[in-house]
């Protein structure tokens, strides 16, 4: 598309067939029937705020085994996570976009309704092909197949549901709630909880450290009380049921277009 249009934005089996054939004929070799080795599939989101809000608040689900990979110069506009398989990015659309394109960038996104929002793009690059084909290798050919479109879409948003937002904890209304202790509490679960721990989980991890103190230095009532304290401190706080990062909704919208035309 880069090719073809100068910029990767949106995308029209229109213009990827005109492409391909363009190319085949200076070739003047048939590439609809080439394997192949690699490609490229995603969506662009328009979200509330800055990409990088959104980037660097989404982690790996510990049983996905992804590997994070990101470089200080993006300074979180760009991160992607990958196995043997695949490399999952997450990145400013908008920025690369102004970074890379060569078209009236101002007149496109006005004609497509994306001027003056923030964009952020979720993608897969398949280094298997053949694993989203039963094993069976990937021809050009195949990506004109709406089947096809359809499968690898269903597996866009399977790839983003190994990854986990930050959770939410709701700030307390009452500053009651708010001490030190409470804030330090809040900070804790939700470093942990985005790693996949549960609010029981933090609480079982800290009575084992209160436990590990000599009998010595803290008696058994003093970490009876201890205990206790953390017990209320953990009951005071709040997490949402749903993560303000999480772009599942966002997603699925985008990839159930009735004439789904973008990518």
């Known amino acids: 598309m880069y090719f073809w249009q100068g910029h990767n934005i949106t995308f029209s089996k229109d213009g990827f067939f005109e492409a391909i054939n363009f190319i085949g004929d200076a070739l003047n070799v048939n590439i609809w029937g080439f394997v192949i080795d690699a490609f490229e599939y995603g969506k662009v989101l328009p979200v509330e705020q800055k990409p990088k809000d ?125 001490s030190t202790s409470d804030i330090v509490m809040q900070e804790l679960l939700q470093l942990n909880q985005n790693e996949g721990k549960s609010l029981n989980e933090v609480k079982k991890m800290l009575y084992a450290r209160i436990n590990s103190i000599s009998d010595e230095i803290l008696s058994k009532a003093d970490k009876d009380a201890r205990k206790r304290q953390i017990k209320a401190i953990l009951g005071r706080v709040q997490v949402s049921p749903q993560s303000q990062w999480d772009l599942s909704e966002k997603l699925s919208a985008v990839l159930n277009e009735i004439e789904p035309t973008e990518a």
């Open 54 to 178: 959104f980037i660097l608040r989404h982690s790996a689900l510990p049983s996905s085994k992804l590997v994070l990979n990101e470089k200080p110069r993006d300074k979180g506009k760009f991160r992607w996570w990958e196995d043997k398989n695949a490399s999952l990015k997450m990145y400013d659309a908008g920025a690369n976009f102004n970074a890379k394109a060569k078209v009236d960038k101002k007149v496109l996104l006005e004609k497509l309704g994306y001027s003056g929002k923030q964009l952020l793009k979720w993608e897969a690059h398949y280094k298997k092909p053949s694993v989203l084909n039963k094993g069976e290798p990937l021809i050009v050919a195949d990506l004109m197949n709406p089947e096809w479109e359809r499968k690898v879409s269903k597996d866009l948003y399977h790839q983003y549901k190994r990854l986990i937002p930050m959770a939410t904890i709701i700030t307390p209304n009452n500053k009651s709630f708010l």
